[in-house]
Structures are given as C-alpha cells and as structure tokens.
C-alpha cells in the first residue's frame, strides 16, 4: 500500500470513529432523555413525590395542546423570545464595543478596571427595580434586563481575549505600516473570534434569566408572567410547562450559536 493510500485509510477510519461515537453520544442522550421523563411519570403517578407540586409529564404535555389550540402560548412564547433577542443581540455587542474601546484607549481601561471589577460582582436582578422606574414597565425595560445583565462579563472577557493576542501579529502589521484600527480590524477582532463566540453560548443563559426576571417584575405576558400566575394560582403544571419551553428555546438559541461557530471556523479554515 503506497503512502497517500495509507494516509487515506487512516483518515476514513478516523471521520468513522468520529461517526460512531457521535451515534453512541446521541445514543445516551435519548437514554438520558427517556428515563427522566418516564421516572418523572412514574413518580408522580405513584406518587412518590406530590403530583400538585411537580406535576406530571402528561399533565405538561395536555396543558402544551390546550395552550396552542387556544393561541395563547404562541403569543406569550413570541413576546418573551423577541425580548431574549434583542437582550441578547443588544447585550453581546455592547460588551464587545466597551471591551473594542477599552482595549483602544490603555489609560481607559485602567481606570475603569476596578469599576468593572465592582459592576461585575453587583447582582444584576437588583437593578430590575430602577430599570422600571426609570424605562417604564415596557418591553424596553425587559430588553434592557436581558442586556444589562450579560454586557459587563461580556465586556471583562473580551477585553482580556484582546490583550493576550500574540503581539508578534501586532508588530508584524505596524512593520508594514498599519494603523491602530486596522490592527485592531485585522489581528485583534479575528484572533478573538473563538472567545466572542464562547461570550455568545454564555450569553444565551444570561439573556433568558435577565428577561424572564424582567417579566416577573413587570409584565403581563410572557413565560416569565406565566410562571408568576402559575404560583398565584397553584397551577404548577403552567409553571413546569414554561420552564420546558424556556429550556428547548434556550437549547435552540445555544445550537444556532454553535452553528455559527461551525460556519465561522470552516471559513477561517
């Protein structure tokens, strides 16, 4: 067998390998998926924990028809994923701008630093309150708690991507001339792409919980308000059916931020 033919052999058998053990992942997955779902029915059926409080998958899944046929999960479902979206669009480039300027202006970023430091150990849910007083009790003051509470991580951990590009690309581009912006356009942001993107999977998390606090404080549609009246009126099956369709639109959103990373790797490859 001449060299290129092994070499072919060996790649066939690795892309199988790395076939086979996606299937064995996807496998466990489903396993994972099933036992929690049948032990949750079980449970509940024989009551070996209260069917008031933690409902059953069954109950979930009958109130999920009612609440389509009726229309009215689609309307609080589109109200709570436009405002996670903006919160989250709004959020990530913010973060990334203050970090575009921190990493612009040196004496900036040391000055703001302990502020940061400060901004980032406040809990944001605290600023809920001043947020409606100030923005109104709107959607814009529930996308600007999906914002808020993701731009200053995003903003610490973009800017530190930044400062640790290898300077050998910033002196190779200042050797033939280069300016600040277009070292910052053409070493600084593609080198820390791979860190956006981690910023991004983190800050569909943030996103959620910024928004669906937002409607606990203020509105009067939206999953975060359906989870609210839940409690109110002791109906926990509408409180675990709005923390199941959080959970799929937040893994949907998590995918599509890993398959924007998959697009943006194949072409910087």
């Known amino acids: 067998m001449s060299p290129q ?9 690795y892309i199988q390998s790395l076939n086979r053990e996606k299937r064995w992942v996807r496998f466990y997955q489903a396993v994972i998926f099933l036992v929690f779902f049948s032990g949750w029915e079980l449970a509940s059926q024989k009551q070996w924990i209260d069917p008031l409080i933690f409902s059953a998958p069954s109950k979930v899944w009958g109130l999920f028809l009612t609440k389509i046929q009726d229309g009215t999960l689609m309307v609080d479902l589109g109200y709570t994923l436009s405002e996670t ?8 480039f913010l973060g990334t701008f203050l970090a575009a300027i921190l ?9 703001s630093d302990p502020y940061l430091v400060v901004l980032n150990s406040m809990p944001k849910v605290a600023l809920g309150p001043i947020l409606i007083v100030a923005l109104g009790p709107s959607f814009t003051s529930i996308v600007a708690m999906g914002a808020i509470i993701s731009i200053i991580i995003t903003t610490i951990v973009v800017y530190t991507s930044f400062k640790e590009v290898d300077p050998n690309y910033i ?3 200042q050797t033939f001339g280069a300016n600040r912006f277009q070292i910052f356009w053409e070493a600084i942001l593609p080198a820390s792409f791979p860190t956006i993107i981690s910023t991004l999977k983190v800050n569909v998390g943030l996103s959620w919980v910024g928004v669906i606090v937002g409607e606990f404080l203020v509105s009067s549609k939206g999953l975060g308000y359906m989870i609210i009246y839940g ?7 509408l409180v675990m059916l709005s923390l199941l369709v959080i959970a799929v639109f937040a893994t949907v959103m998590y995918q599509l931020v ?7 790797i194949k072409n910087g490859s």
Do not use: A, D, Y
């Open 5 to 13: 033919e092994n070499v072919k052999t060996l790649h066939q058998k």
């Open 85 to 92: 979206v903006f919160g989250f669009i709004l959020g990530t």
């Open 258 to 264: 890993e398959l924007l990373e998959r697009k943006l």
């Open 171 to 173: 002196k190779v581009l």
């Open 103 to 111: 990493w612009w202006s040196p004496m900036l970023s040391k000055i």
């Open 231 to 237: 409690f109110q009126v002791f109906n926990f099956t």
